[in-house]
């Protein structure tokens, strides 16, 4: 099992910026990945950013060179800067973990930009 705890979403004007947490409750050695995924009402949940345990990154092209995904090994904490928002990056923003073959999602964090 991991617990995920999500942090620093809010209301922020076109432009602006944030930055997202994601505690988890074991040690990053024991989880393949770990990323963000986002959903817009009434849209499906979508990918954002991943980290491997590796450290290999992976992003959305909606969001490549505005976003970046990083990770604190010593707090199991991943984090995602959040530049040049846009309002359509309005969305609950999603921390999730693979197991293996298992997934765990955080309780979403509201990001809505206004323009």
């Known amino acids: 099992q991991v617990q995920l705890v999500e942090s620093g979403g809010g209301l922020v004007q076109a432009g602006g910026s944030l930055r997202l947490s994601c505690a988890a409750s074991?040690?990053?050695?024991?989880?393949?990945?770990m990323g963000w995924y986002r959903q817009a009402p009434g849209k499906q949940r979508d990918m954002v950013a991943t980290v491997t345990s590796g450290g290999t990154t992976n992003y959305a092209d909606s969001v490549k060179g505005r976003f970046t995904i990083s990770r604190d090994n010593a707090k199991n904490t991943i984090y995602l800067q959040m530049n040049s928002l846009k309002p359509e990056d309005t969305a609950v923003y999603y921390c999730?973990?693979?197991?293996?073959?298992?997934?765990?999602w955080g309780q979403g964090t509201q990001v809505t930009v206004s323009s």
């Open positions: 074991r040690s990053f050695s024991s989880i393949n990945r």
């Open positions: 999730n973990a693979r197991v293996v073959l298992s997934l765990y």
